[in-house]
């Protein structure tokens, strides 16, 4: 991953400029924990990433409402009712389909920090403290959404420094902890599964430059070292994992897995096909969504 001495040249980028740069240090200069800056900026740092992502997802959905808006609006866009709404921070929704798609952002952006003692001034520690309450709120959300909504395909993405890969020192670094705790929030393979996982859960590892790449949380970490390149992927391709998921959902076949390999000496006996036939080409999710709304109003 690219350091700080190439500034800007990451997708993360126009997130982190939003939030505000520099971040605000983890300590004051007098030793508090600075709580309630770097509160503000966490929460400005996530809703430009779900602006980000939103942006990116937005072409391959041309005919659906993605959330948030270009102009902002729809952030964490509601979903359920009174008794069990839950909000989502990216979302792709459809008037035939209902939620189509959901990703959700979770940042732990600064490191952990303990309070000062009557021999010891105030010490930053490590990335662990506030993972397992992450994982219940990403459990409850799965849930939730899942419920009202089962064919949605759901995404997670957590986002973390990557000097969380090597701070493990004598054990496991706060990267491989968070691996193994969000391990079992995945693998959700269709709408019978259960409801409180997601379909997919990745880590994104980024820098101050913008720079960021994503671990599958289903692959085994480094115990104190940051993964390989490859094995980890480019933004661009977590969404075409999110968008495989959902054409898979959606009309029971795979993109990737359609067809066979073809015979390349097999040719179709003369005169058996319509001299005016045209080739056929796989239909898009919109176009399974609208025939199924006509096969509806058929049946009625």
Known sequence: MATNDNPGTGPLFGALQQAGLPKPATLTESGGDNRASKKNWAQRFSNALAMTVAEQLRPKYPN????????????????????????????????AAGLVAGVSIKTYTFRDTHKATKTKPAWITRYVRNVKRNDM???????????????????????????????????????????????????????????????HVFIGLFDEAGHVRFFDVRQSPRRNQPPAESETISLADVLDKLDDAVILRNTGVSRNERYAEDDPYWTAPAGSLPADLESEEPLTLDEVIESAGEENATDI
């Open 64 to 95: 659906a409402r993605v959330t948030p808006r270009p102009d902002g609006s729809g952030q964490e866009f509601s979903v359920g009712g009174k008794v069990d709404r839950k909000r989502t921070d990216v979302g792709i929704w459809d008037d």
């Open 137 to 199: 709120e990403l459990r409850d959300e799965a849930d939730t959404l899942h419920r009202r909504q089962p064919y949605a395909v759901l995404t997670a993405l957590f986002f973390m420094n990557e000097d969380a890969c090597w701070d493990g020192v004598a054990g496991q670094s706060s990267f491989a902890h968070v691996v193994f705790t969000l391990r079992k929030r995945t693998g959700r393979a269709g709408p019978d599964a259960r409801f409180d996982l997601f379909e």
